[in-house]
Structure formats: C-alpha cells, structure tokens
C-alpha cells in the first residue's frame, strides 16, 4: 500500500503480526505498552507514520491534520501529558476528512462523544477537557519515543482491538 492510497489496510491482525516477528532481535519490530484507549470510529487502521513532537500545544498537531493525510498515520509524542488535550472533536473531524487513517497520541484528547463519530483511527491515553494554548511550538517529521518505543518517520503502524505494532515497512500484498 503506498502513503497515497486512500484506503486503511484490514487484513491484518496485531496478534499474527507479533506471533509472525516474536524471534525478531533486531529492534526493527515494535509494540506499544497496552495503554492507549480507542476513542475514533475505526478500531483497526495502519499506514505510514508522520511524527509530531509537543508539549501542550496542539499547533503542529492542527497543521498536520489540516492537511492532506494521503492514509497515514499520525504519531504524536505529547510527552504523556496528562494536563491538556492535544486533539478534539474539530481537529478529529479534520484529521477523517483529509484522509489520515489514525492519529495515536501520547498523551490526551477531549470531545470524547465527537471523536467517536469521526471515520479515522484515534488512541491516547485518556480524555482531558482542557485545551492547550497554541504557541507554535514542536517539531515534525522527527524520531520520537512513544511510552519507551521508538518511532520514526516513514515506519508503518498497524493498530486493532488488539494493540499496536510498528514496522519499518508496509506489510506485503
């Protein structure tokens, strides 16, 4: 599946993915700690990965799903904030209706019940009603550490009712 296909990849589980790579050594295969809750209608969605790094402030965040998604994946290292909320109900509609497949972010997110209508992957770790403050501040397209994982620019997530996985390349087919 190429980052321009505008459909999510669903023939796959993270439960094969993982029995498939349970001998991998090299580091290349990786899952997320079982902490990030569903909050976006899809529950199974992958694609190649688009990094964010913030700390309470959502400004690079709304660039990102503002934009053309072209059926990726948005990664967001919020640094585990657990104080504001990086994505709502405006941006999660954005995020569906430019076409990114999900968006997992390491830290919150806010207009639960909105978010749960929007037509794209969304994780995180909790729900949080406070909004950040916009001080266009963070980096995109950079290696980020997301609950101890690395993930970088160009990897492929793969995440289902399961959990999350990631890769350095599409799955084959």
């Not at 799903?65 to 290292?77: I, N, T, W």
Request: glycine share 12%; net charge negative.
């Amino acid at each position: 599946m190429s980052p321009t296909t505008s459909s999510t990849p669903t023939s796959f589980a993270t439960c094969d993915l993982c029995d498939l790579h349970k001998g991998d050594t090299s580091g290349d295969f990786r899952v997320l700690p079982p902490v990030f809750r569903s909050y976006g209608r899809h529950q199974k969605f992958g694609g190649p990965v688009v990094t964010v790094k913030c700390f309470e402030d959502n400004s690079l965040v709304k660039a990102a799903v503002e934009s053309a998604g072209e059926a990726r994946v948005l990664v967001v290292d919020g640094g585990a904030s657990l104080r504001r909320a990086l994505l709502g109900g405006n941006l999660g509609l954005a995020a569906a209706k430019n076409g990114w497949a999900g968006v997992v972010i390491d830290g919150c997110v806010r207009d639960v019940a909105e978010l749960a209508q929007c037509q794209t992957g969304i994780r995180a770790l909790a729900s949080m009603p406070l909004p950040t403050e916009r001080r266009q501040e963070g980096q995109r397209d950079v290696d980020v550490r997301i609950q101890g994982v690395w993930v970088r620019p160009g990897d492929w997530l793969y995440a289902d009712e399961d959990g999350i996985v990631v890769m350095p390349a599409p799955l084959p087919g």
